[in-house]
Structure formats: C-alpha cells, structure tokens
C-alpha cells in the first residue's frame, strides 16, 4: 500500500502549481518591479557571490604562507566561496 505524499496529501506538482498562482496574483496586484529594484536586486547577488569568494581567497592566501602549502588552501577556499555564493545567491532568488 502506497503512503500518502506529505503536505496533506498535496504533491509536490500541486504545490508548485499552487505558488505559481500565488505569484501571478501579487504581480497583478502589485505590478512589475521598477529598474531600480531590478538592478539593486543584481547588485545585492553579485555581493552574496563575489564576498564569499574574496574571504576564501584572503583566508586560502595566509593559510598558504602559513603553512607553507603552494595554493593549496587557496584553490580548495576559493572553491568553497564559490560554492556558498551561489547558495545564497539561490536562497535569495527563492525567497522572493
């Protein structure tokens, strides 16, 4: 016997279908966002991408003088903020 999905028995379609709705309503109720909020909101994710990135290289390039380890820690650091970037970049971009 098959579970019932979660959500109170609403799939993960329905729920999708459902904050699509929801969206389509607050942009007729509130219209489209100016080119100020636009281009604000662009430069808000490239600070959330471009920061973490900038601490792993400072962090990677005294860890690597530190220890004496080539770019080691800086290549895996840069990685990292790479990675945390677009996170929170994404996180942001969702919770709009």
């Known amino acids: ?3 019932p999905p979660p ?3 609403q799939t993960d379609l329905h729920h999708a279908v459902k904050l699509r709705e929801e969206r389509n309503e607050r ?3 509130e219209g489209e966002r100016s080119i100020w909020q636009n281009l604000s909101m662009i430069g808000a994710l490239g600070w959330l991408i ?3 990135i900038l601490i792993g290289i400072f962090a990677g ?3 690597d003088r530190t220890f004496e380890t080539g770019i ?3 290549g895996a ?3 990292l903020g790479a990675v945390l970037g677009a996170y929170l970049a994404w ?4 919770s709009k």
């Open 1 to 3: 016997m098959a579970k």
């Open 7 to 9: 959500n109170g028995g």
């Open 27 to 29: 942009w007729r109720r």
């Open 50 to 52: 471009v920061t973490p």
């Open 61 to 63: 390039r005294w860890l």
């Open 72 to 74: 080691f820690y800086s």
């Open 77 to 79: 650091l840069i990685f």
């Open 91 to 94: 996180h942001r971009i969702q």
